[in-house]
């Protein structure tokens, strides 16, 4: 009935019918389940003339029932709740989610005010003689950083799910650590632990490039993901979130099942099949919007677009993609990719998290080491038939001792009663 009623307004509705059913009725499963829980605890409680307000908290926290529904299940029983206690609960666990870290910032010092944003040459620069054109104090704690603006830098910002760059600044032979980098409005932030001396003077700025190779391994991963999800699960997938580090890619999506391993190992052969295959990554600078999505363009959760778009293709028929991040040349220099889990977050929407080039190795590694540690101690080169005879044995071995103590009790009852 919703569908009939908005489908003129929210033209994606009919399309997308059979997917919105059936996230709602997961939705609508995963509650009911939490409800009969939270019901059995409620049935379980022993008969008391006021209900502590630790179970009510328990109810609501883990439960997901209102305090109102809480106290009126009881109030049917004649019992009442602890609310204040409850209250107090809520604040402590409010207070314990908010930012512990408190941060004063001071205000900018401005050194070239007629500069008023920051170029980005990182795309193809991993080093750059930069001026500042503002920076502040600011104290987290006990602790002192700075943030310091260039007119130009080769740190990526964090956004669109990409970390941000580290790395250092170097005045003479000043040697100071950029931690973090990231944007504010139009400006590239980055988090330094010191400033430098010559605050007015050119300042050679240089990132991590190893660090920055891998991060550009797992953001073009994505992209490949991305596509094969689309491939093996329907169109309805689209990106919810993600983040591309150094050391892991995590990728959110819209689909309503747990998915099967048959399907896992098929997308996860799709991505490899397209590093094996040694695609040119082509990126497209200044392309208007329109024509990109023409092409099929899709785009990337958290971004914002204009009326130019940064487009990048790794095989025009395979993944189009909206996208500011930093990537590989060719999908070979990825290496190799390979799923670590799938799960869900949140109703209709999964997660799942990947590794890529080294630390893919790494990982291959460590589990033909933990397969050969498991022959060496199972004497066998047939893992899966010896554990499988192991878990045989061993329910045999429990029924063999639940029968003899079946008769012991039997024996010593007998002996009792003589």
Known sequence: SVINEYKNIFKNLSGQKKFIMEVILEEEKSFLATLEKGLKRIKDYGHSERVSGELVFELYDTYGFPIDLTELIFREKGIEIDKEKFKELLEIQRKRSRNVIKSVSEDWQYLKKEKRGTLFVGYEKKESLSEIIMYREVKLDDQVIYNVVFDSTPFYPESGGQVGDIGYMLDGDEKINIIKTYKENDLIVHVSENLPKSIESKIKLTIDKKRRDFISKNHSATHLLHAALRNVLGDHVSQKGSLVSDKVLRFDFSHFSKIDSESIDKISDIVNDKIIENIKVNIEEDVNINDAKKRGATALFGEKYGDKVRVVTIDEKFSIELCGGTHVHNTSEIGHFKILSESS??????????????????????????????????????????????????????????????????????????
């Open 345 to 418: 977050i949140s109703s209709g929407v999964r997660r799942i998290e990947a590794i890529t080039s080294i630390a893919s190795d790494k990982f291959s590694k460590i589990e033909s080491k933990l397969i050969n540690d498991l022959k060496i101690i199972l004497k066998s080169n047939n893992i899966l038939d010896s554990v499988n005879s192991l878990i045989n044995k061993n329910r045999s071995l429990e029924k063999e001792i639940i029968s003899n103590n079946i008769d012991r009790k039997k024996n010593l009852r007998d002996k009792l009663l003589s």
